[in-house]
T-cell receptor, first 113, second 111 residues
Framework: EAGVTQSPTHLIKTRGQQVTLRCSPI?????VYWYQQALGLGLQFLLW???????NRGNFPPRFSGRQFPNYSSELNVNALELEDSALYLC????????????FGDGTRLSIL | DQQVKQNSPSLSVQEGRISILNCDYT??????FLWYKKYPAEGPTFLIS?????DKNEDGRFTVFLNKSAKHLSLHIVPSQPGDSAVYFC??????????FGSGTKLNVKP
């Protein structure tokens, strides 16, 4: 079974630019979660999509947005990039079933210059 | 809002001994708790979970204990092995609505 795949693995951008990160969940998983892990910090919840709809979002500004496609893959968009957006962005997928854990991809390392 | 805290950023243990990783939470509504292990350059890997209706869950060398009155969670690894060296994250959720993660504890198991 293929795991959660994320692309690209690394990305370098400059302040003010826009970026799109992509995530393909495990086959059969309908929920996709996005997290930000800045250097030295834990995982901060960004967004949760299920069945194509945004179900919840973390405490991040509106320039962080995303969507989920009919095949359950997902994109995370970040506009007007700032230096503090430099982080590892992790995507996870799960079945929305009681007591099912999330399964993570290896992340996209975003560096803002 | 730091609802899940791992107050020890690092832990060093001798191979064969017990590793105990701790996690505290503030939200009494949390009903599902998980531990993840993360190696460098990889995403977190699910280790073990526990629901709030239990106080212990065991899977091989890994045991998670939940003390709801103290709002405390711990992961015991017995015996510890060098391959267990990684960063361990605890996470908590209420109704699977949103998952809160701790900042991680880096475990080093010395041969």
């Amino acid at each position: 079974e293929a795991g959660v795949t994320q692309s690209p693995t690394h990305l370098i951008k400059t302040r003010g630019q826009q970026v799109t990160l992509r995530c393909s969940p495990i086959s059969g998983h309908t929920s996709v979660y996005w997290y930000q892990q800045a250097l030295g910090l834990g995982l901060q919840f960004l967004l949760w999509y299920d069945e194509g709809e945004e179900r919840n979002r973390g405490n991040f500004p509106p320039r962080f947005s995303g969507r989920q496609f009919p095949n359950y893959s997902s994109e995370l968009n970040v506009n007007a990039l700032e230096l503090e957006d430099s982080a590892l962005y992790l995507c996870a997928s799960s079945l929305v079933v009681v007591w099912e854990p999330q399964h993570f991809g290896d992340g996209t390392r975003l560096s803002i210059l | 809002d730091q609802q899940v805290k791992q107050n020890s950023p690092s832990l060093s243990v001798q191979e064969g001994r017990i590793s105990i990783l701790n996690c505290d939470y503030t939200n009494s509504m949390f009903d599902y708790f998980l531990w993840y292990k993360k190696y460098p350059a990889e995403g977190p890997t699910f280790l073990i979970s526990i629901s709030s209706i239990k106080d212990k869950n065991e899977d091989g060398r890994f045991t998670v204990f939940l003390n709801k009155s103290a709002k405390h969670l711990s992961l015991h690894i017995v015996p510890s092995q060098p391959g267990d060296s990684a960063v361990y994250f605890c996470a908590a959720s209420h109704n699977f609505n949103k998952f809160y993660f701790g900042s991680g504890t880096k475990l080093n198991v010395k041969p």
